[in-house]
């Protein structure tokens, strides 16, 4: 194998087809930074996942006194004292379910609420503590086995509601699951794109190298030799564009996360460096090969051997 | 050297087979003219040689090897055993003579010490010393036809196969280019020239093989041409 005649090869492929190589690098350097953000989001949203599914509870509210009209459940009035030491009972029992419980007196749960709506909010000021409703604050093992709790207790008597708060997190969970999917989807279609300029651009070069690529089979040249010209100038064009796609992300991470959105919201904790760099290597690799297969398949059909 | 038994050829989506049933020997060392009109299967017979094509039918020897049994991945290496000359000639106008015949060793990877002995070697064989560096765009076509055969010839092959080597060139330089191809033959190497040239087969008087519609219908030694067109 004569290194420099490859190379040489390669070189004038690229620049005879330097607009097809142009498109090629620009829609890879696209997808795969449309993949690797993929990734990252999905990381995102795991260790979201993770930060606020360790924060909720399952709470099961108890019956306040003026409940009675408005919740049918509630109709024989507030939770007696031996209700209450009932279900903490119960709780208690569902050890291998259970990690904690915490009861919210309606003085708490008063003041939890001022904390969150302030002093200010009109309906905060026309609250009185015993409007507030006492509550368990159940932690779980697994936060996945709602269900079992919200069966045992929502019918019993002087339970108001058992709310699994994590539901009201999932919809927010949806919504960036929905984004991910979308941007894979678009990735997808990028993918398609690169895919098939390389294919045109694999034809175009097979073509126009035709003669060289005649003599090389009549002289006994391996096929190998004949077409590893094409492949590497696909796989070159792909690692350059997926260097791009490289240079985005690590962009995106400093621009967009580090020096913008960590500033103004901080409820929320971002992946950091280590996220984006462990995809990095991903990113390069399957942009060398992606299009290096695709080229190979290319040249299955457009080049004789 | 080259054996055929019984070899018919037919190419999809045509009636007629390319060849019907030909069978014929071909010793090392032999010079020997293929001839026929347009259509009576010398193109199909070469290709059968170079294995760009497999016979339908029958067996193709080539170099002791039964070319149907040869996987593909072998096939290079068999034809860098055999050098290959057309009508129209298949230079790279880009590079010059000397790049031409170094192409050929280049891609089968011999080493450039080789390259740098065996290039200059055989363009002073074929004529052509001193137009190392000329593009072959400067060449007269008989000096392009020698490149040409420089370059079929530079790894030494066993066989040459010559289709029509003449077809572009006027009679002097026909003549020429003849004298260089037997030249070649006699150093051991076999030549197959598939030609319409009747001047030149009459003049030679080496063995003749005439196809018609795919049939072998002449084998002769010290031939002639042998019909009119």
Redesign the interface.
Known sequence: ??AQ?VLSEIGVGLRRNLTMTFAVIVSVALSLALFGGSLLMREQVSTMKGYWYDKVNVSIFLCNKTDAESFPSCAKGAATEDQKKEIRADLGKMTDLVQSVQFETADEAYKHYKEQFGKSSPIAGSLTPDQMQESFRVKLKDPAKFEVISSAFSKRPGVQTVQDQKTLLSNLFNLLNGMNFAALGVMFLMLIVALMLIVNTVRVSAFSRR??T??????????F??QIPFIMEAAFAGLLGAGFACVLLVCGQYFLVNNWLVHHIDVIQFIGWDAVLAKLPLVLAIGLLMPALAAFAALRKYLKV | MIRFDNVSKSYPKQNRPALRDVSLEIEKGEFVFLVGSSGSGKSTFLRLLLREERASTGQVHVLGKDLARLSNWKVPQMRRQLGTVFQDFRLLPNKTVNENVAFALEVIGKPRGEIRKAVPQVLELVGLGGKEDRMPGELSGGEQQRVAIARAFVNRPMLLIADEPTGNLDPQTSVGIMKLLDRINRTGTTVIMATHDQQIVDQMRKRVIELEQGRLVRDQSRGVYGYQH
């Open positions: 194998m004569r005649f003669r060289e005649g003599i090389m089979r009549l002289v006994g040249a391996s096929s030799y004949i």
